[in-house]
């Protein structure tokens, strides 16, 4: 898919890369990837969920839905994902 610059995908993005990074930090007993395979990591399950495929019950895409205060659902990701805010 893809997303105009400044939109909420933008802005669930970022948000998923701080806490992907949290999420290691702080349970690094639940990922099978060192840290440095982060920028790694957060490459391919952001292609995962502009496809759909990713997990959405990761502490990090929990976290992310919680900081940007949408349902933790996919029908609210994917709806958030499009949308371009005005």
Same mark, same amino acid.
């Given at each position: ?5 400044? #939109? ?5 993005? *970022? ?5 992907? &990074? %949290? ?12 840290? #440095? ?5 957060? *490459? ?5 969920? &502009? %496809? ?35």
């Amino acid at each position: 898919m893809n997303y105009i610059v400044g #939109s909420n995908a933008d802005k669930f993005f *970022q948000e998923y890369a701080r806490q992907l &990074e %949290r999420a290691l930090v702080e349970h690094p007993e639940e990922y099978q990837w060192p840290a #440095s395979e982060l920028p790694n990591v957060l *490459q391919k399950m952001c292609t995962a969920i &502009e %496809r759909g495929t990713a997990n959405k019950d990761s502490r990090a895409i929990k976290g992310t839905c919680k900081v940007l205060g949408i349902k933790h659902t996919y029908t609210a990701i994917r709806q958030y994902l499009a949308e371009v805010p005005v």
